[in-house]
């Protein structure tokens, strides 16, 4: 009993570091993203972003040197929002654009996050006809999940929309 559950555990241990990763995301980007999450509330030097961005930077190197191209364009998006989050709008579509063209035929599933912060980017400056565009670009790429999903409800005010989530593990319950 006691051998089955230290298997069991370490297991666990070791699969639950890999399961991050494949994601794309790993513990640095985790940590990036939660320091930029504070910083967006304002008071911090420069000094505090200059080390942000190059802690991002270094993320970006790892991440293509080991050819994790997921995690290479997480690490993008965050140093997009990042400039958005001081104000530099036109850096940060810059920066989105030019992932989405060096990654365009690459399946890569945080591209998907590229369309929407870029398309959401443009909808904050009230530009529709960018959005339009961008979501028009987003369905012809090979990044478009073309499934439709099957929902239940919504008939009215007091029904709610219930749309199960395809693919979804039990660790990505909103619930």
């Not at 972003?49 to 190059?54: A, F, G």
Request: net charge negative; charged share 30%.
């Amino acid at each position: 009993m006691k051998r089955a559950l230290c298997v069991g555990l370490l297991t666990l241990v070791i699969m639950f570091p890999a399961s991050l990763t494949a994601r794309g995301y790993s513990a640095d980007h985790h940590e990036m993203l939660s320091r930029l999450q504070m910083m967006a509330g304002g008071g911090y030097p420069e000094s505090e972003w200059s080390d942000l961005m190059q802690r991002l930077d270094a993320l970006l190197v790892e991440a293509e040197a080991a050819g994790d191209w997921d995690g290479y364009v997480e690490a993008e998006l965050i140093r997009a929002k990042a400039l958005e989050t001081r104000g530099r709008h036109a850096q940060a579509m810059a920066l989105l654009r030019s992932v989405i063209d060096e990654h365009r035929e690459r399946r890569i599933p945080a591209m998907r996050k590229v369309y929407l912060e870029l398309a959401a980017l443009h909808a904050r400056e009230g530009n529709e006809e960018a959005v339009t565009r961008i979501m028009s670009e987003f369905k012809r790429s090979p990044h478009f999940d073309r499934e439709t999903y099957g929902f239940i409800g919504g008939s009215g005010p007091d029904d709610p929309l219930l749309v199960p989530r395809p693919r979804a593990g039990a660790e990505d319950s909103v619930t």
